[in-house]
Every structure is written in C-alpha cells, then in structure tokens.
C-alpha cells in the first residue's frame, strides 16, 4: 500500500515518511527465535521483511533529502546493514 501511495500521491507521502519510520523499524528487525519458532514463521517473517524493503525502496526515491531526517537516518542504516544488496537492486529496478 505505501509503494502504490508513494507512485500515487508523492508530495503527501515524501511530508509523512518520519512518521512511517517506527512501523517500518519493527517490521525490519529480525525475529526473535525461541524454541516454539517453527520454519514457517521465519519464512513469513522474511517475506514480510522483503515486502516492507520494497516498500522502503519506492519511498526512497520521493523523499527529498532533509525533509524526513528519521527517515534519512533509516534508510542510510539500511543501506549498511544486512539487507544493503537487496536494498540497492530494489532501488535501481523500483
């Protein structure tokens, strides 16, 4: 939904994206696995994960730099971090 809002309506989106930044953190953290974890749930966690990245990618590419600085921050950290290739193939083909 925030990919489709981003191409829809960029200038409302690009004045909002610091306040998608807390939703956004918790869906990318890893999950925490106990000894109830089963394969499934990892998986589901992965995809939504890869979901919230492309989401994250089309974002990126309306925000303009200074508006959201929480955002900014976010996206340098994942740009860094584990997902750091995902993330850049999702940016050039978004």
Do not use: H, Y
């Not at 508006?67 to 193939?89: C, H, I, M, T």
């Amino acid at each position: 939904m925030l990919f489709r809002l981003a191409q829809v309506a960029p200038t409302v989106m690009a004045q909002r994206l610091d306040e998608a930044v807390p939703e956004l953190e918790k869906t990318m953290k890893d999950v925490a696995v106990t000894k109830d974890t089963v394969k499934q749930d990892l998986e589901r966690a992965a995809e939504l994960q890869r979901s919230c990245l492309r989401a994250i990618a089309g974002l990126s590419k309306i925000r303009a730099s200074g508006n959201a600085p929480a955002f900014d921050v976010f996206v340098s950290r994942l740009e860094q971090g584990k997902w750091a290739s995902e993330f850049k193939e999702l940016r050039s083909s978004a």
